[in-house]
């Protein structure tokens, strides 16, 4: 144990450089209590247009923390949260939420959420038809390719691309020497799975509007753009530099991504929560590659940001590890 929380301090501070958190603000803002590690939230306009809603995946990721695993919504006009009933999952089905997507298909509305079985070393994409309170289960996917799944993005056709962090998960190699193990996939079926990159330094957040597939990367400090046709990459490009990239949205005609810039702190909050983790949220043009700080904090109102979401006037962050959505007032 001793060994292992000494490679974790080596590796941290090899992994750090002098990056100063960027400036921005000062907004007014508003904690919405979720459960914890909410690490993942997409935008649904969908199931009411009315009503309009974050979905929220949750993951408890601290030993100290309680266990509140599951998929929450939140009501944009009343910042009231609610958890999601899961129906007609299978008995022996393990829930570790991680990435997930939501897509209409004909016309009904599925969610495409990873989850991790770290014990068995199962990783899985599981779909649910989603109603207003309840996710009904549908499938549950598995391939030989889905090593170390971190984000996902699904096609109205029901196949999807996902990022694997790791070429082996949890490899404290492969993040000590930036080794490119990380990887790409898409997945069609079973049988049409494969990758479409896998030399990557820990890719994380994924979003594709064709022809385009973004990928962001925690280790290689890039935004990789690839133009995919027939499923597959003919093209990648360094598209924009930014430092420990975290899930990717879309705003308008630019993209946001949360991003950590501070490697050390991120490692020591994972361990203790009141250690803060600073916290950028970058927008990025498309197409020339151009960024500027939206909203950035030192870590004590949001630490380890892992997810934006603008929606009106309002910018939604969500986090790693704890409890809460922060609610920005960009005006």
Same mark, same amino acid.
């Given at each position: 144990m001793k060994i292992k929380s000494i490679l974790y301090?080596?590796?941290?501070?090899?992994?750090?450089s002098c990056t100063s958190i960027p400036v921005s603000g000062p907004w007014k803002t508003k904690k919405i209590a979720t459960g914890f590690g909410p690490e993942d939230i997409v935008l649904d306009t969908l199931s009411s247009k009315v009503k309009p809603r974050i979905l929220i995946s949750c993951d408890t990721r601290?030993?100290?923390?309680?266990?509140?695993?599951g998929i929450y919504w939140l009501d944009l006009a009343t910042d009231s949260v609610f958890l999601f009933n899961r129906l007609a999952e299978p008995v022996d089905l393990v829930f570790h939420p991680h990435g997930f997507d939501f897509v209409k298909m004909d016309s009904t509305l599925h969610l495409f959420v990873i989850s991790h079985d770290d014990i068995k070393n199962v990783h899985t994409v599981i779909k649910y038809r989603v109603l207003e309170k309840d996710l009904i289960f549908e499938a549950e996917f598995h391939h030989k390719l889905f090593i170390s799944p971190n984000d996902i993005f699904a096609l109205t056709d029901g196949s999807f691309f996902i990022t *694997?962090?790791?070429?082996?998960?949890?490899? /404290?190699a492969e993040q000590? $020497?930036?080794?490119? !193990?990380?990887?790409?996939?898409?997945?069609?079926?079973?049988?049409?799975?494969?990758?479409?990159?896998?030399?990557?330094?820990y890719a994380n957040g994924i979003y594709f509007e064709k022809p385009f597939l973004y990928v962001s990367t925690?280790?290689?400090?890039?935004?990789?753009?690839?133009?995919?046709?027939?499923?597959?990459?003919?093209e990648r490009t360094e598209l924009s530099e930014i430092k420990?990239?975290?899930?990717?949205?879309?705003?308008? *005609?630019?993209?946001?991504?949360?991003?950590? /810039?501070?490697?050390?702190? $991120?490692?020591?909050? !994972?361990?203790i929560a009141n250690i803060p983790s600073p916290s950028v949220i970058y927008q990025f043009d498309p197409f020339t590659g151009e960024k500027e700080v939206l909203?950035?904090?030192?870590?004590?109102t949001i630490s380890?940001?892992?997810?934006?979401?603008?929606?009106?006037?309002?910018?939604?962050?969500?986090?790693v590890f704890d409890n809460f959505i922060l609610k920005v007032d960009l005006e």
């Amino acid at each position: 144990m001793k060994i292992k929380s000494i490679l974790y301090a080596f590796m941290a501070l090899w992994l750090t450089s002098c990056t100063s958190i960027p400036v921005s603000g000062p907004w007014k803002t508003k904690k919405i209590a979720t459960g914890f590690g909410p690490e993942d939230i997409v935008l649904d306009t969908l199931s009411s247009k009315v009503k309009p809603r974050i979905l929220i995946s949750c993951d408890t990721r601290r030993s100290t923390d309680s266990v509140t695993n599951g998929i929450y919504w939140l009501d944009l006009a009343t910042d009231s949260v609610f958890l999601f009933n899961r129906l007609a999952e299978p008995v022996d089905l393990v829930f570790h939420p991680h990435g997930f997507d939501f897509v209409k298909m004909d016309s009904t509305l599925h969610l495409f959420v990873i989850s991790h079985d770290d014990i068995k070393n199962v990783h899985t994409v599981i779909k649910y038809r989603v109603l207003e309170k309840d996710l009904i289960f549908e499938a549950e996917f598995h391939h030989k390719l889905f090593i170390s799944p971190n984000d996902i993005f699904a096609l109205t056709d029901g196949s999807f691309f996902i990022t *694997n962090d790791a070429g082996k998960r949890h490899s /404290l190699a492969e993040q000590l $020497f930036k080794l490119k !193990r990380s990887s790409v996939v898409y997945y069609k079926d079973f049988l049409n799975a494969y990758y479409i990159d896998k030399s990557l330094s820990y890719a994380n957040g994924i979003y594709f509007e064709k022809p385009f597939l973004y990928v962001s990367t925690v280790l290689q400090n890039t935004i990789f753009k690839f133009t995919i046709e027939d499923g597959k990459s003919i093209e990648r490009t360094e598209l924009s530099e930014i430092k420990g990239g975290d899930n990717i949205t879309k705003s308008q *005609n630019k993209y946001l991504v949360a991003a950590h /810039l501070n490697s050390i702190a $991120f490692l020591r909050h !994972r361990k203790i929560a009141n250690i803060p983790s600073p916290s950028v949220i970058y927008q990025f043009d498309p197409f020339t590659g151009e960024k500027e700080v939206l909203f950035s904090d030192d870590g004590k109102t949001i630490s380890a940001a892992s997810t934006a979401i603008r929606y009106g006037k309002y910018l939604y962050i969500s986090q790693v590890f704890d409890n809460f959505i922060l609610k920005v007032d960009l005006e």
